[in-house]
Each structure stands twice: as C-alpha cells, then as structure tokens.
C-alpha cells in the first residue's frame, strides 16, 4: 500500500481563488474589502516567514493588509496593549493576530485576550474557544480548521470514526478533537505522558498528529488503511550539518500503512494561513451585518 497524499497546498490555492472572487464582491457591495492586521515583535526569522506568507496570502485575495504592524524587540507590554485596543475600534480592521513568540519579556496570553473575540483572526481568544467548546457559530482555531478542511476535502468519513488526536496544546490538540467530537467522531487525547502511545494510535482510524517531536509516529504504530494528519513541523540536522524539515510521523514509513497522509511541508502549514484569511473574512461578514 502507497498511501494518498492530501495536499494541502493545492487545496489552499484552490480555496484562496474562491476567496479572491468572495472579496472581490464584498468590496463591490460595502465600499472596502476585509482588513487583516498582523502585529509582529521582535527579528524572529521564522516569524518573518511566517507574517511574510500571511501578508503575501491576504494580498493575493485582495484582503487589505495595511494596518499590520512590525515592531522592535523591546517593545512595552502597555505599548502593545495601546496598539490593539486601537485596532479593536478601527472601523477598518475585521481581523487582529499576534505573531507568536513574543519576547520574553511580554505577556502573550494577556495580548491575546486583549482581541476584540470578534476580531480574533486566530480563533484563539478564550471566548472562540469557549464557543468551539459550545458548539456555537464563532472564529474557530485556524490550524484544527485547516485539518477538518483536508479531511472534508478527502471525503473522510468522520462520524462514527476512533479519531486519535497526539498533542493536547490550546493551538491545537484541545481545538482539533473538540472539532471532530463536533462531527461525531469517537476521540482520544494523548500526549507525550501517555503510557504505550502506540496502543492508542493503532486503533486510531483518522490520527492527527502536533506533538511537537520529529517523526514520533512510526508505520508500525499506525493501523492499516488510517488517515494520518501530520501537524508537525521541524527542523532537523544529519552528522553531516544538513538539514531539512520533518513532521512528528516518520513519513516513508507510515506512507506504506496509511491510506492517506498529509507531506510535510505542503500539507497542513498552507491551510493555516488559508483559514486566517477565512476568519476574517467570516468576521468582515458578520460585522456588516450586525
């Protein structure tokens, strides 16, 4: 068995070209498009990365990305504070992120639940979460989101599924089984305390995988003809100083169990980024009509 494998890059480009035509035609009708603010702090290359990819992505659907804000590292916490409540009552903003980490010497949660929830481009303000929690409408975790879009995309049949989630984080973990519970699968939590992980990850039929930790799963802790979503992203080098990048499932392994895996990268990083642009356009839609 050669497993399928979900791109998610070509799925985020298909679903960014929808968007395109969306916003193109929410600008028509209310005079503006949506807009997205991304605050960064700090030199972080990978956050540079990550903020250029998102800006690059939200342009490219026409979403207005003007009001982002790169600051220095020594930035204050009330500087920051002062910086989203401002963003919080402009007209023009309907999406507010913070790029994470932060330095050390700032508060990430308290800027966090600063965000209007309603803005909260991320989906990560303890309101959304409480609402995800609920089952009521609201921004939802932006990488979870991506997942559930890969599965649905897939044709994966979640209801009545054993659905292993490895990684408990408030980014993902937690939101991830919360949103297949939602869809009525059977879900298991692990983590890296769990006592024989892989007697769990065997009688998974779809395995979501953000533990953290290159390549942990393996083919032979994976049940034949499972759906494997590879959340992690990491980067690792050989004796010979090359390196490259590698998710928390040995790939060419479990590639030969599965019946389909997501690649690393291309497979769930690009939906990330696609679900942010959804979010603040869903958060563009609810504000023009409240």
């Known amino acids: 068995m050669s497993a399928r494998i979900l791109d998610g890059k070509a799925l985020a480009t298909r679903l960014q070209d929808e968007m395109t035509a969306e916003v193109a035609a929410l600008k028509a009708h209310h005079g503006r498009p949506p807009g997205l603010a991304v605050i960064w702090v700090g030199d972080n290359p990978a956050s540079a990365a990550y903020v250029g990819g998102k800006d690059r992505a939200g342009r490219r659907v026409g ?6 804000c790169h600051l220095g590292a020594d930035t204050s916490q009330a500087r920051l504070e002062a910086l989203i409540d401002d963003l919080n009552t402009d007209a023009a903003v309907d999406g507010i992120l913070v790029q994470l980490p932060l330095p050390a010497h700032l508060d990430g949660d308290a800027l966090l639940n600063r965000i209007d929830p309603d ?17 009521e409408p609201g921004l939802r975790s932006c990488t979870p989101a991506g997942v559930m879009a890969l599965l649905a995309e897939a044709g994966v049949e979640i209801a009545g599924s054993n659905a292993v989630v490895v990684g408990r984080s408030i980014l993902v973990g937690k939101p991830a089984a919360l949103m297949l519970l939602e869809k009525n699968a059977t879900v298991v ?8 992980l892989a007697s769990y990850t065997r009688a998974a039929d779809i395995l979501v995988v953000a533990a953290g930790r290159p390549e942990l799963v393996t ?11 590879d959340v992690g992203i990491n980067r690792v080098t ?3 100083g090359n390196s490259r990048l590698v998710g928390d499932v040995e790939f060419e392994s479990v590639r030969r169990v599965a019946a389909a895996i997501t690649p690393v990268p291309g497979g769930v990083g690009p939906m990330t980024i696609t679900m942010l642009l959804r979010n603040t356009i869903d958060s563009f839609r609810q504000r023009m009509a409240s």
Do not use: F, Q, W
């Open 219 to 229: 083919g032979s802790m994976v049940r034949p003809g499972a759906v494997v979503i």
């Open 238 to 240: 050989d004796y010979e």
């Open 119 to 135: 803005k909260d481009a991320d989906g990560l303000h303890p309101v959304n979460l409480g609402r995800l929690l609920r089952g």
């Open 189 to 196: 939590i692990a983590h890296s305390r769990t006592t024989d």
């Open 63 to 68: 979403i207005d990305t003007s009001r982002s």
